[in-house]
């Protein structure tokens, strides 16, 4: 089977059209929350040294960096741009995450800064994005878990095939071009999972989302390279599975939309995946018994292993470890009622208030069997009272899961956070907010990005 | 071991003073040797098309592209720069050869356009080049020989670290700034050898430039990284290697030259490793016996198994495939006496003298036992002659490799060629080649980039 080639020609072939309106209603939300990710995360220390060496340098404004952190307007070559927005948009891990790892990411700003470098409009962007996406997380099914246990950061040692795909798209490449982009990105695809934890996690997006569009230009200039890097003896699934793989998965059911199965999970919460359900059961306990933290005695919350394991900060002191401290994520929620980018500052993760009820907090392996995918997700809270009573809450599904999708109104929330968090006016979060939307609408691409750099 | 750590260290604390002078001479020899072959291949369609996208997207002019394709003076953003230099580099697979692959090219372009951001001189440059060629060989005898089979490139996954060791030194890192920008530098590693007999080959040195200096001025401007990223678990000898490994095996006899031992490998001839020491067997038979074309019935060729292997074109079409055929290159030795760039046109392949020579040759495996390193380059080459008379000839350490080095006047006859080949005027191989044989002596190294540029 040529499986390279079978990829190359979907995205040649690939239209607006093509795409159903429920894969697209996805996408439009997919767009607006990546944005607002990176829009939230361009304040972030990542991005703002990568915002300034890339102004340093300069080139061709072609595209437009979003928010660069010294404020005035900044556009640079397809390839820079796309790297500083990735890196912004992961800086905070607030962004989006399926089977792939963050899917979006890499995507979106590989798309956004070639479709404004090509002229192209809404329909280009988001027929780009989607794309990409459906060409990463495809192509994902041909590894076992061999890939992402050995070490590697999946988001952009994938994620450079779904960057490449949607820069192909938005630049027109036939699918012989395509092929050979796919050659070239393939020779670029990186990423240690050792780097967890610093600056160089959201790197890596940025690092795919520069190798793919330098890939895609590259070929199209007519430069070589394996045209079946895919499949092939000493190729790209050989050597990044490093166990069984199987390549005939890659293209089972090109026809069909990961878009929609297994779908997007869109954070809710901008801090690890892993405390979502957690955070859910919280909330809705507080909220339900109006439960002040005085009222608790302890929480103890079970979770899979697979879900404890990146919970590590057990005392956080920085608003980065508060992110990955089940403990903290739970004081806040049952302090604050809503845990948003604002309580995983510094102070907020020190204040007396949440040191005291962090200690009251146990985390715990549950006996729930663990079938593939979201059950994963499943989290069980029991909270007891000081005054003897007990209450206990599951969640299988956190919100914003497909299954259990965030509302458009709190995707909006969301992206109105993102904007309030990088001190960016309320008015450019509602005209990029209305445009978003309605993409499709958008004439030029770059009447976005204006509102947005 | 703390092994991250300990080749920061050797890269902070490294000074030209340090360097001794026999591995000086191998350094100057190695700089004029590249920076010839990058020469050369700048006029090849890879550098020619790397070199157009750069331009197009210019940027701060801190670094010169050598002899850049359309003529014109090209200054880019030293990252930009170094990754076209070290396409056109490895263009023609023309440069030096060592355990790690292509050893130099990454790390001279890395530390050339790095050396000319700073502002550096002569002894910057050979430090820098000395350094990154030091650590990325060094690192390289973790692995056994489970990264290059399991399908790496090692010239770009291994010079990735020489890169950004060349580079670190030349902005001046501290070991704790160093150490992180190895983390980052492994987060790029990339380059698969499917990909090998296209254009996507030279482009994999010309990543590894690319990523090794952006890793250095991402650190130095304060990105974090994992700052034990070689030796941990889920890190880059782990994942890499792919089998069994010794971390400890990099970090053994720090304080030797690697530059010495095993050394460089010098290419006398502009084609496959594989073919050199049969072309030296053959030189020599034709010269010795004053042998014709004419007088030839046959030619047994015997190699070792390894070195067969690359050879696979047997009855070559294009130049490219000339430099992997075995019956070509011995049949324009015995034609034209000797082997240089324009042995390897299109033209010269297809001429009818070498289409009848060829047929007469006959590549086969030898029964030598090989043991590890250069013994695998022995050829045993046995011609027949039209009047019953039969010649022998052995070569087992082909001219360039450490044991049987190129004299000082056969590196600046191939310097002269590479500049003949890209049609440059002898007056700036001239010129360029006295500045190199003194770098030392050189004040600011633009005053040699601006000849070669």
Same mark, same amino acid.
């Given at each position: ?18 795409i159903p309106e429920p894969v697209r209603k996805i996408a439009r939300r997919g767009l607006i929350d990546t944005i607002g990710c990176a829009v939230a995360g361009s304040i972030e220390p990542a991005a703002r040294i990568a915002s300034k060496l890339a102004r340093e340098d300069g080139g061709r404004p072609a595209a437009t960096v979003l928010a660069p952190a010294d404020g005035a307007d900044l556009k640079l070559p397809p390839q820079a741009a796309a790297m500083v927005n990735a890196i912004a948009g992961h800086a905070l891990d607030y962004d989006d995450v399926n089977t792939v790892g963050h899917p979006s990411v890499p995507v979106v700003f590989a798309a956004l800064a070639s479709v404004e470098d090509e ?23 041909? +590894? ?16 450079? $095939? ?10 027109? $490449? ?62 790209? +699934? ?91 994520? $739970?004081?806040?929620? +049952? ?83 993102? +904007? ?34």
């Open positions: 089977m040529e499986i390279t080639r079978a990829f190359a020609n979907y995205v040649a072939e690939m239209t607006y059209e093509r002229g192209g409009d809404g329909r280009d962007l988001l027929t780009a994005y989607v794309t990409g996406v459906e060409v990463e997380t495809k192509a994902m099914r041909a +590894f076992g878990e061999s890939h992402y246990l050995l070490g590697w950061h999946s988001t952009s040692t994938q994620g450079v $095939l779904g960057a490449a795909a949607a820069a192909a798209r938005a630049y027109r $490449l036939d699918a012989e071009e395509t092929a050979r982009a796919f050659g070239i990105a393939a020779s670029q695809a990186a990423g240690l999972r050792r780097n967890f934890g610093t600056m160089t996690k959201p790197f890596h997006p940025g690092h795919a989302a520069w190798s793919g569009i330098t890939a895609v230009r590259l070929a199209r200039a007519g430069f070589t390279a394996d045209p079946a890097i895919l499949e092939s003896p000493l190729g790209y +699934f050989a050597v990044y599975a490093a166990g069984p793989y199987d390549p005939e998965k890659a293209v089972a059911n090109m026809e069909g939309w990961t878009l929609e199965r297994p779908g997007l999970s869109v954070k809710k919460y901008p801090c690890c995946y892993c405390t979502h359900a957690s955070i859910d059961a919280a909330l809705s306990i507080a909220k339900r018994f109006d439960l002040r933290p005085a009222d608790i005695a302890s929480i103890r919350a079970e979770l899979s292993p697979f879900f404890l394991s990146p919970l590590i900060h057990h005392r956080p002191k920085t608003g980065l470890e508060g992110k990955f401290s089940l403990e903290y994520a $739970l004081a806040a929620a +049952f302090i604050d009622r809503k845990v948003v980018l604002a309580t995983f500052t510094d102070e907020m993760v020190r204040r007396p208030e949440a040191r005291t009820l962090l200690e009251k907090v146990t985390p715990a392996k549950h006996d729930v069997a663990v079938e593939e995918g979201t059950r994963a997700t499943f989290a069980r809270l029991t909270v007891e009272r000081k005054d003897g009573g007990k209450i206990i809450e599951e969640v299988a599904e956190p919100r914003g899961t497909a299954a259990n999708p965030l509302s458009d109104e709190e995707i909006a929330d969301k992206f109105n956070d993102c +904007f309030s968090f990088a001190r960016r006016p309320e008015k450019a979060a509602a005209q990029a907010l209305e445009m978003l939307w309605k993409v499709e609408q958008l004439q030029r691409i770059d009447r976005l990005t204006a509102l947005l750099g």
